[in-house]
């Protein structure tokens, strides 16, 4: 597949017509299945504030993890053998009980070869039920027992980030710079091709520009495509 692309289209189905093993790095973020909107809490009361564009966000628990399975297992079938994916995702309380990616994930066909803990410290979920959650993950996926990460930062399993204010960024989950930046310095090489299959408005792509890689995006919303190809040619 040609590198430096944006593919408006579903991600499940646009990684299906990829060739086996051309993708040298993943980074992405599905959406997290939160009801179809984002929201705030505070003393039980919730507040919407907006949701995606051009999709609902609101599967059945149990479709929405058979999906993210499928998701994962056509990116290891994309990926080279020594690839890595970062997976970016969080734990979900729900009637009082937690959902972890873990559920899902550890059906995939990857290994889990670490957790990186991001701390946003702060929320907008100010719920005084239960203590802030403040943090999110990476699931550092690879392919082989063998896989290492050039850590040349001497980085730890903790990263401190910022939210992206939705104001600012156009889009109500656009992830820090730092995340695909420190992701993609430690698991590619100049000229490697980093795939973003939720790609919104391009932070995965910016990424991997600023790092001298090539990119390729898919997204479902043809509005943030066009964000995220503006993103790029304002570089």
């Known amino acids: 597949m040609e590198a430096n692309k944006i593919i408006n289209g579903d991600c499940l189905e646009e990684l299906k017509k990829m060739n086996n093993a051309t993708i040298d790095c993943v980074v992405t973020s599905p959406p997290y299945n939160l009801g179809g909107d984002f929201h705030i809490c505070n003393k039980g009361k919730r507040t919407t504030y907006g949701a995606y564009k051009s999709y609902n966000d609101n599967l059945p628990e149990n479709i929405y993890q058979e999906q993210q399975v499928n998701v994962l297992n056509e990116l290891y079938r994309v990926t080279k053998s020594e690839s890595y994916c970062f997976y970016i995702h969080k734990d979900r309380i729900k009637r009082n009980r937690i959902i972890s990616p873990l559920n899902w994930i550890e059906k995939s066909n990857w290994l889990i070869s670490q957790i990186v803990v991001l701390n946003q ?11 802030f959650p403040v943090h999110e993950y990476v699931y550092v996926l690879c392919k082989s027992e063998k896989s290492k990460l050039r850590n040349e930062k001497c980085l730890t399993s903790v990263w401190d980030v910022k939210k992206v204010p939705r104001k600012i960024s156009g889009h109500p989950a656009t992830f820090d710079f730092n995340i695909p930046y420190e992701c ?46 503006d993103n790029l040619n304002g570089m």
Do not use: P, W
Request: with cysteine; glycine share 8%; charged share 25%.
């Open 121 to 131: 410290k702060s929320t907008a979920n100010v719920d005084k039920r239960r203590f």
């Open 184 to 229: 993609i310095l430690a698991s590619t090489n100049d000229g490697d091709t980093v795939l973003d299959c939720y790609m919104g408005i391009g932070t995965t792509a910016t990424a991997a520009v600023m790092t001298g890689r090539n990119y390729i995006g898919i997204e479902i919303d043809s509005e943030y495509c066009k964000m995220a190809q």
